[in-house]
């Protein structure tokens, strides 16, 4: 029986989060999705919002710039086939409506602002998706850059999913503005995170799960200078690996000075916040060890788009 799908059955998702702009492109053959074509620039909304919770013209200028060069990636795409998803920092913008309203002209489609609990529950299934198969519960834990998500599940099933307002930047901005990292400064935000989380860590706790990942920005630059600089095992993050960072930081003193491969420019000002943020979830939910995966916010959309098509094109 040939297959109901056209050749050409493209898809694509776009991910406007608080530091980056993410696109994933995809294509369905005989119902399964490949992905073919993923896209990240820096935007930087979340540093940009003023003491009034109002996003600066300059950032929601660097916005639209790189949704304008989206658009001309995705050219002739129908628009039914993008779904395009902001987070965190749109959350709390007072003039939000200003940046999506003309986001959504330049790109063509909506721009959907999703509250916490979606966000997580579209990062397992991103993460989940791209993962071998197992009937084993897995933790999700999601570091961005104004917001920490956990998630809980089993196969493409969630089973708990929570959103938390802490995050690589907003604890950089609270707790390392001068840039000092001192074990005062790194303590306090330690203990900032398990304040804010602690009340709900139980259902997250190790026992609950058999197997930890970690998605996104955080996981992805600490993964990287432990990669860089230690005998850890490329891909994971221990309490080992968090501890030895953390003395790293301690000695370097301040982030000017902190010097560990592996490490973005422009992400040094972040590293000892999303570092302190790592620990804690390390230590409220028993994770010994964590995988770090590809899989993503953006991949959750994408795939839950492409359900919804198959049924669209295959009705029951």
Same mark, same amino acid.
């Given at each position: ?6 050749t ?10 608080s ?6 492109m ?11 074509n993923?896209?990240k ?18 950032a ?75 009937h ?12 920490? +998500? !956990? ?7 969630v089973l @708990? =999913?929570?959103?938390?307002?802490? $995050? *690589?930047?907003?604890? &950089? ?6 840039? +000092? !990292?001192?074990?005062?400064?790194l303590?306090?935000?330690e @203990? =900032?995170v398990?304040?804010?989380v $602690? *009340?709900?860590?139980? &259902?997250?706790r ?6 930890a ?6 996981a ?11 005998d ?5 993050i ?8 953390h003395?790293?930081?301690?000695h ?16 040094r ?23 770090v995966t590809?899989?993503?916010l ?11 098509w ?7």
């Amino acid at each position: 029986m040939p297959s109901p799908f056209p050749t050409e059955n493209r898809l694509a998702a776009i991910d406007i989060g608080s530091n980056s702009c993410l696109l994933a492109m995809a294509r369905l053959e005989d119902g399964k999705v490949h992905l073919f074509n993923n896209r990240k620039e820096a935007i930087r909304l979340g540093s940009a919002l003023d003491a009034s919770g109002a996003l600066g013209q300059e950032a929601m200028q660097r916005g639209w710039e790189c949704l304008q060069r989206y658009a001309q990636v995705l050219g002739d795409l129908p628009r039914d086939r993008v779904r395009a998803v902001a987070t965190q920092t749109l959350r709390e913008a007072s003039n939000r409506d200003l940046f999506l309203s003309e986001g959504s002209r330049i790109l063509g489609c909506p721009i959907e602002v999703i509250d916490g609990s979606e966000e997580a529950r579209l990062i397992y299934r991103g993460v989940a998706q791209l993962l071998p198969p197992t009937h084993h519960r897995r933790l999700v834990v999601d570091i961005g850059g104004r917001s920490t +998500e !956990l998630c809980l599940g089993q196969k493409l099933q969630v089973l @708990q =999913a929570r959103s938390f307002a802490v $995050g *690589s930047l907003t604890w &950089a901005q609270q707790y390392f503005a001068d840039g +000092e !990292l001192s074990a005062l400064a790194l303590g306090r935000a330690e @203990q =900032a995170v398990a304040d804010l989380v $602690g *009340s709900h860590a139980q &259902a997250f706790r190790a026992g609950q799960w058999r197997h930890a990942y970690g998605a996104s920005g955080t996981a992805g630059a600490i993964v990287k200078v432990l990669a860089h600089a230690t005998d850890q095992p490329k891909g994971w993050i221990t309490r080992q690996g968090l501890d030895w960072l953390h003395a790293q930081l301690l000695h370097a003193g301040h982030v000017s000075r902190v010097n560990v491969g592996g490490l973005k420019e422009e992400l040094r000002p972040m590293i000892g916040a999303g570092m302190s943020v790592m620990r804690a979830l390390f230590s409220l939910l028993g994770i010994e060890r964590m995988r770090v995966t590809h899989g993503a916010l953006r991949h959750g959309v994408l795939y839950e788009l492409a359900d919804r098509w198959k049924r669209e094109r295959c009705p029951a």
